[in-house]
C-alpha cells in the first residue's frame, strides 16, 4: 500500500504526485525520531508517541517504524563505532540529519538480511537527499557502500543483475 504525496519539482515549481511506500514513510519518522533524540533526547517511547500524534502516521508500516527507531535508539553506541572507520571526520562532526541516515542505514543493514543492501542505501540516499544538505546524499552513499562490503560482504561482491530489453 501506498500514499501519494505532493511535492513541489524544484526545476520547474510543479506541483507533483509521487507514491511512497508504507516503509518509505516508516523510515522517514523513524529519522524524525533519531534525530529528536540526538538533538534532544527523550526516551524512545516518547518520541514513538509524540511521531504517532501526526496525521500522516496512518500511512506508516508500523512494525518497521518501531523496530528501527528503537533499535537505532538502543544499539546507537554500538552502530556509531561500526560506522566510524569509515568516516573522515568524527561522528558529532556530521550533520545531525546525516548522522541520523547513516545510524539507520547501518541498522537497517545489520538487523534487517531480508531487505537487500541496495535497496537500503537507495532509501538512505534519497532520505539525504529530501532532509540533508545539498551534497549530504553522496556522502551517505560513499559510507553506507563501505559499511554493506563490510557487514554484507556476499551480497556487496555479487555481480549486479543485467535487465535484457527485448
Do not use: C
Given at each position: ?7 513541489i ?11 511512497k ?6 523510515r522517514?519518522f523513524?529519522?524524525?525520531g533519531i534525530y ?6 527523550g ?14 502516521f496512518?500511512h506508516?508500516?508500523?512494525?518497521h517504524?518501531?523496530?528501527?527507531l ?13 560506522i566510524l572507520p569509515h ?10 540529519v546525516?548522522?541520523?541516515i ?10 534487517h538480511p ?10 538512505a540516499?534519497?532520505?539525504?537527499r529530501t ?20 557487514l554484507?560482504?556476499?551480497?556487496a561482491t555479487?555481480?549486479k543483475?543485467?535487465?535484457h530489453?527485448?
Amino acid at each position: 500500500m501506498s500514499s501519494a504525496v505532493t511535492e513541489i519539482d524544484p526545476s520547474s515549481g510543479n506541483k507533483t504526485e509521487k507514491y511512497k511506500s508504507r516503509r518509505r514513510i516508516a523510515r522517514e519518522f523513524a529519522l524524525q525520531g533519531i534525530y529528536q533524540w540526538q538533538v534532544a533526547g527523550g526516551a524512545a517511547s516518547f518520541i514513538e508517541q509524540q511521531l504517532r500524534e501526526s496525521e500522516e502516521f496512518k500511512h506508516v508500516d508500523g512494525k518497521h517504524f518501531v523496530h528501527v527507531l528503537h533499535g537505532v535508539l538502543q544499539h546507537a553506541e554500538e552502530l556509531e563505532k561500526i560506522i566510524l572507520p569509515h568516516l573522515d571526520r568524527a561522528l558529532n562532526e556530521l550533520s545531525p540529519v546525516e548522522s541520523a541516515i547513516l545510524l539507520l542505514g547501518t541498522f537497517e543493514l545489520i538487523h534487517h538480511p531480508e531487505i537487500p543492501y541496495r535497496a537500503i542505501i537507495n532509501e538512505a540516499i534519497e532520505l539525504a537527499r529530501t532532509y540533508g544538505g545539498s551534497d549530504g546524499y553522496k556522502y551517505v552513499n560513499g559510507v553506507l557502500d563501505k559499511l554493506a562490503i563490510q557487514l554484507r560482504p556476499v551480497e556487496a561482491t555479487m555481480p549486479k543483475t543485467v535487465k535484457h530489453r527485448p
